[in-house]
C-alpha cells in the first residue's frame, strides 16, 4: 500500500515570496492533517480535513496561511507571504476516519522549508 | 488544551542497554496516549498506543503504560539495539478536536 506523498521535499525561498506544499494522502483515507514542525519541536497541527470539509483550523494563521482540498483527496497548503518565522517541516499526514481519538494516523516524508 | 512533556535528548546508549523515556500529560479527561517515532530519513510512524487507563502498549520489543495516577507514560525497551536509533515522540489526542499534541520528541543514539 503506498504511503503519504508530498512534494517538493525542500524548498528555499525569500521572506515576502510565496510557496505551495503538494499531499496525496493514503487511497481511501477521509480525513487529512497539515503539520508544522518547527526545529527542536514536535508538529503543531494547522489544519484538519475531512472528506474536503475543514474539521479544524483554529491553529492555521489565516492572514498568510490558506489550505484546500478539493474532490477530498489530494490537497494543497500555500504560505503567502513568508516570513523568516515559517521555516519548518510542513506534515501531511491521513487516516482512515475521525470517528475515534484512536484512529492512526500515516504521515508523509514532509517539506523543509527554508526561509531566507 | 492537552499538552506533553517528555525529558530532553539527546539519551545514549550503548547496544542491549535498558531504555527508559519519560513522559507525562495534562488533559481533561482521559485521552488516548501514544508514542510515535521517526527514524532517519523516514517520516514519522506509529509505535505503540494505550486508549485507557493501566492499558500497556507494546511493539518491536517497547512497552508503555498508561497511568491515570501519575499522568505519565514512559517508554521501556529492555535492550536497545543500533537500528532503534531515532527520535521518539510522547503524543496524546485532544478528544475535543480529535488534533494530535506532540511532545519535543527525544533522540536516542544507541552505539555498538
Known amino acids: 500500500e503506498a504511503g503519504v506523498a508530498q512534494s517538493p521535499r525542500y524548498k528555499i525561498i525569500e521572506k515576502r515570496q510565496s510557496v505551495a506544499f503538494w499531499c496525496n494522502p493514503i487511497?481511501?483515507?477521509?480525513?487529512l492533517y497539515w503539520y508544522q514542525q518547527i526545529l527542536g519541536q514536535g508538529p503543531k497541527l494547522l489544519i484538519q480535513?475531512?472528506?474536503?470539509?475543514?474539521?479544524?483550523d483554529s491553529q492555521l494563521p489565516k492572514d498568510r496561511f490558506s489550505a484546500e482540498r478539493l474532490k477530498g483527496v489530494d490537497s494543497t497548503l500555500k504560505i503567502q507571504p513568508a516570513k523568516l518565522e515559517d521555516s519548518a517541516v510542513y506534515l501531511c499526514?491521513?487516516?482512515?476516519?475521525?470517528?475515534?481519538?484512536?484512529?492512526?494516523?500515516?504521515f508523509g516524508p514532509g517539506t523543509r522549508l527554508t526561509v531566507l | 488544551g492537552n499538552s506533553v512533556t517528555q525529558m530532553e535528548g539527546p539519551v545514549t546508549l550503548s547496544e542491549e542497554a535498558f531504555l527508559t523515556i519519560n513522559c507525562t500529560y495534562t488533559?481533561?479527561?482521559?485521552?488516548?496516549l501514544f508514542w510515535y517515532v521517526q527514524y532517519p530519513g523516514e517520516g514519522l510512524q506509529l509505535l505503540l498506543k494505550?486508549?485507557?487507563?493501566?492499558d500497556k502498549g507494546s511493539n518491536k520489543g517497547f512497552e508503555a503504560t498508561y497511568r491515570k495516577e501519575t499522568t505519565s507514560f514512559h517508554l521501556e525497551k529492555g535492550s536497545v539495539q543500533v537500528s532503534d536509533s531515532a527520535v521518539y515522540f510522547c503524543?496524546?489526542?485532544?478528544?475535543?478536536?480529535?488534533?494530535?499534541?506532540f511532545g519535543s520528541g527525544t533522540r536516542l543514539q544507541v552505539q555498538p
Open positions: 487511497s481511501g483515507h477521509a480525513t
Open positions: 503524543v496524546t489526542v485532544d478528544t475535543g478536536r480529535r488534533a494530535l499534541t
Open positions: 480535513f475531512q472528506n474536503n470539509g475543514v474539521v479544524d
Open positions: 499526514a491521513s487516516s482512515l476516519a475521525a470517528s475515534t481519538s484512536t484512529d492512526t494516523q500515516y
Open positions: 494505550a486508549t485507557k487507563a493501566d
Open positions: 488533559a481533561t479527561g482521559y485521552p488516548s
